[in-house]
């Protein structure tokens, strides 16, 4: 009987702990066990902030027992206090990372912990099943993946807003090439004069340049002049190119015609000038300039804003996977709740929705399963949402498309993929540790030399001539060693994806 009896009791003792296991880390809040997370994002810290994630940390702690807190640094000092942040041992377990915050470099001096497969299929295994190869490649450093990579389609191209009242008082029709573009900013030069053309100079070698010869091209490595061509498929010293030479004799033609100021270097307000009435274009990526117009075409419909591709048919490569990201602290002794963390921001709509949108029915309002209707614009700025540094945890399958949006954005990102190549280059990121000397020679060089060229400084008769020099300092600086070393880097990088 007594043997019966503890037979019970033991077998009453297991259910009983199978079922507190069943309840998972929810029944961590229940015991009073709440993990304390704490995540480092760039950006601005939300005006209601408190609001924001005082509902997230409600949600979290009955989901997996935890809270967290968000530390934001702003970009004036990001560089810094990224870098310090590592240095100095801060306690912390989520951070943001990025190629353009040298995600490798702090991968390569183990600052972040390394992200298996089995992690994830453990604690995150919907961000698991989003991750192809590649991707994981890409974010991938030394064979190890030290961050949750972003996997949304994005884009560096350009568009430029123009102001269609302009267009129509010249009396001329839509504006569908770059020769109708420029048509167009030689009439604003011609009849406005209060009004400046162009002052976004990128215009020059991406519209007349790069996109008209149907391609794209990126600067790799990062501060130097050497540019891989997708059309080619191979690296080039850009200022050796015929295509470069051209872009700077077009700049200088348009700063001939009074298109581009002669003292563009000298303005440091050119950003803000075309909301002001000022500039007649705005180029931008596709993102920044769709937000621009949705603004501007509410607070001022009479300029009739209209937008401008000029890269169809232009072969694009989307940005990296490692463009936007999160990464563990690798000293996180809460490794397996941050990775739970990600998991609902990135899958589960509540968390999805309140970080990117804000509070529904105050700054939201669902339009279908996949659409929604902002509510910012009515409320006072101390209760606007402006989420901030939400591109961690970028998940297109779970965003919602603005119906107040402009109807080009979608159109225009439609197109884009497919014209979208795919290209081992999205993934390379180039180590200047054996040209360090090198890479500072040809920034100098490019500032004294190539800074006046670029910016249309040098009048036309001259421009041989300056072309010559700047060739020549590039080549004393050391830019055929990069040339060599960013190929070489390039094909053992392409080793390691087979």
Not at 185 to 208: H, Q, R, T, Y
Not at 467 to 495: H, M, N, S
Request: hydrophobic fraction near 35%; proline fraction near 2%.
């Amino acid at each position: 009987m007594k043997l019966t009896k503890r037979i019970v009791c033991l077998a009453l003792a297991f259910i009983m702990c199978a079922s507190f296991a069943g309840c998972g880390n929810g029944s961590e809040e229940a015991n009073g066990k709440i993990t304390k997370l704490k995540m480092i994002l760039v950006g601005e810290k939300p005006a209601i902030y408190d609001e924001i994630y005082g509902k997230l940390n409600e949600m979290l702690r009955k989901d997996i027992g935890a809270e967290v807190e968000v530390e934001y640094y702003n970009y004036s000092d990001l560089q810094q206090k990224y870098s310090l942040l590592f240095s100095t041992g801060e306690d912390f377990d989520i951070v943001f990372a990025a190629d353009w915050v040298k995600y490798n470099q702090q991968a390569a001096k183990n600052s972040f912990m390394e992200i298996t497969d089995d992690m994830l299929k453990k604690n995150a295994p919907k961000t698991y099943e989003t991750l192809t190869e590649r991707i994981k490649n890409e974010a991938k450093v030394n064979g190890k993946m030290y961050m949750i990579p972003n996997t949304a389609s994005e884009y560096s191209t350009y568009v430029s807003l123009i102001r269609g009242d302009l267009r129509e008082k010249y009396g001329m029709d839509e504006i569908k090439t770059v020769e109708d573009y420029e048509k167009y900013l030689e009439n604003v030069a011609k009849n406005d004069k209060n009004i400046i053309p162009l002052v976004n100079i990128v215009a020059v070698g991406s519209f007349w340049g790069a996109y008209k010869d149907g391609t794209d091209r990126f600067e790799t490595p990062k501060g130097t002049e050497i540019y891989y061509d997708i059309a080619t498929g191979k690296f080039t010293k850009r200022e050796f190119e015929d295509y470069y030479k051209n872009q700077i004799r077009k700049t200088r033609e348009l700063v001939e015609k009074g298109i581009i100021p002669a003292d563009i270097v000298a303005n440091k307000t050119t950003d803000n000038m075309f909301e002001n009435g000022k500039c007649a274009t705005y180029v931008k990526n596709l993102e920044t300039s769709a937000s621009m117009a949705k603004k501007l075409r509410a607070q001022h419909p009479e300029w009739k804003i209209e937008i401008c591709d000029f890269s169809v048919g232009a072969k694009k490569i989307a940005n990296s996977a490692v463009s936007n990201g999160l990464a563990l602290n690798r000293a996180t002794k809460n490794a397996d709740k941050a990775l739970q963390f990600i998991e609902l921001l990135r899958n589960d709509k509540r968390y999805f929705d309140l970080t990117w949108y804000g509070i529904e029915g105050k700054h939201w309002k669902a339009d279908g399963d996949n659409g929604y209707i902002s509510l910012n614009a009515d409320l006072p700025k101390e209760q606007k949402y402006e989420p901030g540094c939400v591109w961690g945890w970028k998940n297109e399958s779970m965003m919602r498309v603005d119906k107040t949006d402009i109807p080009e954005k979608q159109e225009i990102l439609a197109r884009w993929k497919e014209e979208t190549v795919d290209s081992d280059i999205r993934g390379f990121v180039f180590d200047d540790t054996n040209v360090k000397t090198e890479m500072a020679s040809i920034s100098s060089a490019a500032s004294q030399y190539g800074g006046p060229l670029y910016n249309g400084m040098i009048e036309a008769s001259k421009l041989d001539a300056s072309f010559k020099t700047y060739q020549e300092k590039l080549t004393q600086a050391g830019i055929d060693k990069v040339f060599e070393e960013t190929e070489k880097q390039y094909k053992e990088y392409q080793k390691t994806l087979k």
